[in-house]
Every structure is written in structure tokens, then in C-alpha cells.
């Protein structure tokens, strides 16, 4: 009788280590039938009540597994049943989508991001845990992305899901999910202590960079407030304000202004702000908020405007005028006490957004208070903060 074995190298743990006994399983030898030479295994008699119980959602039955001493992660290894070689009994529940049980294996502890692929060696199946970091789309939480299944990945970031990981282009689940502009799945994965809102793909787009393309100024504001960088650059150098005045969504050019955005930028491609505006705009809201945010105003962009008769000139003749005039005028002393002002409390390092801060500042009425107005605000709004 020819001799087949699976070898199942052990699955890192770490503190996921359990204190029950592992249910002992069949011996993994095949043995054939006399009466109709049918192939069978005792592996594959277990393998198939389980997956039927899983399949069932069948919540009592597969407590029983558990408290007979079924490791959560169990993987299943019958080479009889292509199908499901290789996969853990997390990834059936969450592909079958039974909630129930997918909640009892988190509550054993189960790995949600454990994944197996099956090599050959001596002729015998190997299989081996996928250790690499860019196997997001071989998870059970892509699976559940694709599906927009909020309440799952609830359930997985519960169990300690790694947010981090990423796909082949560099996405993580967190950029996918706001890619989607689904704000509560986003919400969901945010929760997740160990999250990286600033992990970008190959081009170097950040979650904010692609929430600020989608103009949800909603998705933005939960970001910043769970330290998304304002002012990273993708990979031709814009930043998300640039980003969102392309799009042309004043609430989100407000928010990423009022939390420190750079309105002066200059992209790889010459773009500021201010000039991307007047392009991609036809809201006259937008260059008057930058100008007032402090957006320097170059004499060649006054006169391109001029020369290429932009959309936005001719709806506001008044801001060709505006324009000529900050590109010819220095900054008045208000306007650098107002940006000084910002940059300071910008840098304080105070975890509240820039909008609060800004409506409790209190103006300067002396010249002689200017020197000691940046410390004097950040002593103010440290002081609400308590």
C-alpha cells in the first residue's frame, strides 16, 4: 500500500498560544476501498462533518468542536477535497458569511489574517503559512472589503486583523475601503489600535490623497483626526489640497486649509493651489478662501489668467482685479500675524483639529501683544483642551 502524507508546518502563534488540549486527529494514511476502489481517508470523514457544521451555521455543533478541543485555527488538509485544501476554517466562515460562527472562532482567539499555500515536496502536500506582508487580497478581510460587509470586518478587526497589510500595488485594506467612499467601513478599520492612516501604495497615494479625490470632506476629517498627514505628496507632487481644489469641494478645501495645509505648494508639474483652482473651478468661493489662507499670487499666473481667458475670469471679472492686486501688494501686517499665528499652532502638536482652535483665538488688539500672541493661543487652546 503506497504511503501519502500532508505535512502541515506549525502556524506562528505568538500570544495567540491556547491552553487546550488539540483534538487529535485521524492518522493521514490513505487506504483504499475493495468493494469500488473509492479513495478514502479518516481525515477526510472529520474534515467533511465540519465543514458541513460550518456550512450549516450550525453554532452549537461547532461550539462542540471548540470545546473538544479544536484549534480555531485548523486548516484543512484533505487531499481528497481540492476545494477547500489549504483553508482555514475563519476563511470558510467568512466566505459562507455565517457571522455566528466567524464570532465564536474570534472569541477562541483564532488568526484572521493566517493564510496557507500548498506546496509539493516528496510527494506529499506541504503547506505553509504565507508570511509575506503584500497578501491582502488572499485574506479573509478582502473578502469582505469586496463585499462591503461592514458587520464582518467589525468582527475581524475585533480579532486583532492587521489593517497594515497590503496588496501587490501597496494598498492596504484601509486605502481600498476608503476607495470605496464607504465611510462606515472606513470607520470600522480605524478603530483598529495598530492602523496606519498614512500608508500609501507605489504612487504614493495616501488614504487622505484618495478620500480628498472622492470629496468626502466626512472620510478626510476622520483621518486627520486619527493622524493622517495633511500635506504628504503623491507621486507628481501634489499634496491633498492641491488634490481637493481639482475637484473643487469647498468643504474639503476648507477643512484641509483650517488644519494646516500649505496653500503656497508647488507640485512637480508648476500647480499650486491657487492656479489649480482657477483651472479645474468655477466656484469663486475657493481662490478667495486660499487668498485668505495666504496663497501667494505670482505676476505670471495674473497673467496667464489674462492670456487664457480662464472659465472662472470670465464668470468673475472682480477676481482678475483681486488677483492684480495681492501680485502687486505685499502682504499687510494683519495677514502675517494671521499666518504666523497658524503656523504656530500648527506645529503645537495639539491633538485637536485646527478648526476648534481657530474659533477660540483671540485677536490682537496691540502691537505690543504680537510677539507673545502665538504662546499666549497655544496656552488658551491647551487650556480648553483640559
Not at 516528496?122 to 503559512?129: E, I
Not at 507640485?267 to 466656484?283: A, C, E, F, K
Not at 495681492?326 to 501686517?333: N, V
Amino acid at each position: 500500500m503506497e504511503n501519502h502524507s500532508i505535512i502541515l508546518e506549525k502556524s506562528p502563534r505568538s500570544s495567540r498560544d491556547r491552553e487546550c488540549t488539540p483534538l487529535r486527529l485521524p492518522v493521514l494514511n490513505r487506504r483504499y476501498s475493495h468493494d469500488d476502489d473509492v479513495m478514502t481517508t479518516d481525515i477526510d470523514f472529520f474534515e467533511d462533518d465540519l465543514y458541513d457544521v460550518i456550512l450549516r451555521n450550525d453554532k452549537s455543533a461547532f461550539l462542540e468542536y471548540l470545546k473538544k478541543g479544536l484549534d480555531p485555527d485548523h486548516v484543512f488538509r484533505s487531499r481528497e477535497r481540492q476545494d477547500r485544501l489549504g483553508k482555514t476554517t475563519l476563511e470558510i466562515a467568512v466566505t459562507a458569511g455565517h457571522k455566528d460562527i466567524v464570532k465564536l472562532l474570534i472569541e477562541n482567539r483564532c488568526n484572521p489574517d493566517l493564510m496557507y499555500i500548498i506546496n509539493v515536496n516528496n510527494y506529499a502536500y506541504l503547506l505553509q503559512p504565507y508570511k509575506k506582508k503584500n497578501h491582502l487580497k488572499m485574506t479573509c478581510m478582502y473578502r469582505c472589503i469586496v463585499k462591503e460587509d461592514v458587520d464582518m470586518i467589525k468582527l475581524l478587526v475585533q480579532g486583532g486583523s492587521d489593517i497594515n497589510i497590503y496588496d501587490d500595488r501597496g494598498c492596504s485594506a484601509l486605502w481600498h475601503a476608503v476607495d470605496l467612499d464607504n465611510y462606515q467601513m472606513v470607520k470600522a478599520m480605524v478603530q483598529c489600535k495598530r492602523v496606519d492612516v498614512n500608508v500609501a501604495d507605489r504612487t504614493m497615494l495616501r488614504p487622505i490623497h484618495v478620500a480628498t479625490m472622492r470629496g468626502n470632506t466626512k472620510m478626510v476629517s476622520l483621518l486627520i483626526s486619527k493622524g493622517a498627514e495633511v500635506d504628504p505628496v503623491q507621486l507628481r507632487g501634489s499634496t491633498a489640497l492641491i488634490l481637493a481644489c481639482r475637484k473643487g469641494c469647498y468643504e474639503t478645501v476648507r477643512l484641509l486649509i483650517l488644519n494646516g495645509a500649505d496653500p503656497n505648494h508647488v507640485g512637480y508639474n508648476g500647480h499650486m493651489p491657487l492656479s489649480t483652482v482657477l483651472q479645474w473651478s468655477l466656484d469663486i468661493r475657493l481662490p478667495i478662501m486660499l487668498l485668505e489662507s495666504g496663497a501667494s499670487v505670482d505676476p505670471e499666473l495674473v497673467k496667464k489668467c489674462m492670456q487664457e481667458k480662464l472659465p472662472i475670469i470670465k464668470d468673475h471679472p472682480d477676481l482678475l482685479e483681486i488677483l492684480k492686486s495681492c501680485s502687486e501688494t505685499p502682504r499687510t501686517l494683519k495677514m502675517q500675524c494671521c499666518l504666523l499665528l497658524r503656523r504656530t499652532l500648527v506645529n503645537c502638536k495639539v491633538k485637536l483639529h485646527l478648526m476648534k482652535k481657530v474659533e477660540q483665538l483671540p485677536l490682537p488688539r496691540h502691537l505690543g501683544l504680537l510677539p507673545s500672541v502665538p504662546k499666549l493661543c497655544i496656552f488658551l487652546s491647551c487650556k480648553s483642551i483640559e
